[in-house]
């Protein structure tokens, strides 16, 4: 990589080193996609589908949650009151194809966390730079702890919920498997994202754009917010409204300590110059 003379990458340096980056990110998603298509039967009918089955273990969960504390018994199903279809003559195909690639991403995850790694390592500290490991391991672990709540939580309460709503018995519910999948699979990688939280918010403290006493401000916002989203996929009692909320809520705290750390940190090396 060419340096100008103070040994600095110049602005088209770092361009070309971002769209290397973006190459092998995808080269890397493109090859655990196909690992991903070769095992499609699996992942579906034991992943993608299974929230839709009664048995499934979130729905076993609340129902015998419910029963032993007579709470809402919305989740003591044997089926939800949905079919899926496949309209289209491509359709089944290409949402092998997608889901394959969204697989690919998080099962590439960890990698893309390390190229993202090298691209900003020149900006930090050598002392910094030691805890490369630390990042992608926690980032990584953090990362599938949230797809794994969004699937195994959220998307069983949003299905349960959608799939039993009715404005009419007139209206049948028939889905679309892109609107199936699209819940599921937007579902799963987003709550990843989401838990990846605290080390954004690291990231974001370090440079000064965010304080521990803003996220401290608007914490009852933020919790105004999680409240609702938990009110609104989950059955009308509190237990099953803590399950969902707890986490979160421990993410944006772990958050304020983080960021109250990072601006201690850098309040203290400015004024040591």
């Not at 100008?4 to 080193?17: A, C, I, R, T």
Request: glycine share 4%.
């Amino acid at each position: 990589m060419a340096k100008n003379k103070s040994g600095e990458m110049s602005f088209l340096d770092h361009l070309e080193e971002l769209r290397w980056l973006l190459v092998r990110s995808s080269i890397a998603i493109v090859i655990c996609g196909c690992i991903a298509f070769t095992f499609s039967d699996f992942i579906f009918d034991e992943i993608i589908f299974a929230p839709k089955d009664g048995d499934f273990i979130t729905y076993r969960f609340f129902c015998d949650l419910a029963n032993k504390y007579d709470l809402d018994k919305s989740f003591c199903i044997k089926q939800l009151p949905f079919e899926i279809q496949s309209r289209t003559m491509d359709g089944q195909f290409s949402t092998d194809i997608w889901t394959s690639i969204t697989a690919g991403f998080i099962l590439a995850f960890p990698f893309i966390l390390w190229e993202f790694w090298k691209f900003i390592s020149p900006a930090l500290y050598d002392r910094e730079k030691k805890y490369a490991v630390v990042f992608i391991i926690t980032t990584s672990i953090l990362f599938f702890i949230g797809v794994l709540f969004g699937h195994y939580l959220i998307t069983p309460l949003s299905l349960n919920f959608l799939g039993n709503y009715k404005i009419s018995d007139v209206v049948k519910n028939d889905i679309d498997l892109d609107s199936y999948l699209s819940l599921v699979k937007t579902t799963a990688v987003s709550c990843g994202l989401v838990f990846e939280m605290p080390v954004i918010m690291y990231f974001l403290a370090k440079i000064g754009l965010v304080s521990a006493g803003f996220l401290r401000n608007y914490r009852r916002y933020a919790y105004v917010i999680i409240l609702i989203i938990a009110a609104i996929v989950t059955p009308p009692d509190v237990v099953s409204q803590l399950i969902v909320t707890i986490p979160l809520v421990i993410l944006y705290e772990v958050s304020i300590l983080i960021a109250a750390r990072m601006n201690k940190k850098r309040l203290k090396e400015e004024a040591n110059g």
